[in-house]
């Protein structure tokens, strides 16, 4: 079995905490909603505990996000996404556009290049 005392990655940390700010959570009521005292969410979100799979998969499900495996290809096209829809979230008039956009190409349209 691999050793688990190295932690969850601090990006995932910050992830987690910020999803859980966002949701107006204190810790207290994140632990209430998936079985946690709030001194064990706290040592989670500070990589003083790495959490199980199934406690880590109840608290990102509980944030409105979810774990997936994705091909280490395809890591940065998802990332990717991820900051566009973050960008967007931040920039609310654009909040009707597709994450993604096929290149006019590859809809068969072509288009003028503009100088």
Same mark, same amino acid.
């Given at each position: 079995?691999?050793?688990?005392?190295?932690?969850?990655?601090?990006?995932? !940390?910050?992830?987690? &905490?910020?999803?859980?700010?966002? !949701?107006?959570? /204190?810790?207290?009521?994140?632990?209430?909603?998936?079985?946690?005292?709030?001194?064990?969410?706290?040592?989670?979100?500070?990589?003083?505990?790495?959490?199980?799979?199934? &406690?880590?998969?109840?608290?990102? +499900?509980? #944030?409105?996000?979810?774990?997936? #495996?994705?091909?280490?290809?395809?890591?940065?096209?998802?990332?990717?996404?991820?900051?566009? +829809?973050? !960008?967007?979230?931040?920039?609310?008039?654009?909040?009707?556009?597709?994450?993604?956009?096929?290149?006019?190409?590859?809809?068969?349209? /072509? &288009?003028?290049?503009?100088?």
């Amino acid at each position: 079995m691999k050793d688990r005392s190295h932690g969850l990655p601090a990006t995932l !940390r910050q992830t987690l &905490t910020a999803a859980r700010h966002k !949701r107006r959570l /204190s810790q207290a009521e994140l632990g209430k909603l998936v079985g946690l005292p709030q001194m064990h969410v706290s040592a989670i979100e500070t990589g003083r505990v790495v959490p199980r799979y199934n &406690t880590l998969l109840d608290l990102v +499900r509980v #944030l409105d996000h979810d774990l997936l #495996l994705v091909p280490r290809d395809l890591v940065p096209v998802v990332e990717a996404l991820v900051q566009e +829809r973050n !960008r967007k979230a931040r920039n609310v008039e654009h909040e009707d556009e597709p994450l993604y956009q096929p290149d006019d190409e590859e809809d068969g349209e /072509s &288009t003028e290049r503009r100088s």
